[in-house]
């Protein structure tokens, strides 16, 4: 995810917890997706939806924090 912003990711993971709470949530609602699509958990498609939808909203979040924080340095 941003391989343009490996580095921000790993300063901003030790250095911002908002942000590091933001990713770690994301990669939590990434395997839970993953482990619903082989099948290991169960959930109705809806909840599947859901949970994409909610990983999408922290990808931007994301996104928007390393753009500014980017702009800013």
Do not use: C, G, W
């Not at 941003?2 to 609602?29: A, C, G």
């Not at 599947?48 to 924090?65: A, G, H, N, S, W």
Request: overall charge negative; charged content about 35%.
């Amino acid at each position: 995810m941003f391989p343009e912003y490996r580095d921000l990711i790993t300063e901003l993971k030790t250095s911002d917890r908002h942000f590091l709470q933001v990713f770690n949530h994301h990669n939590e609602l990434d395997q839970q997706i993953k482990n619903i699509e082989a099948h290991l958990e169960h959930r109705t498609h809806e909840e599947v939806e859901d949970l994409k939808k909610q990983k999408l909203r922290l990808k931007d979040e994301l996104y928007t924090i390393l753009r500014r924080t980017a702009a800013k340095q």
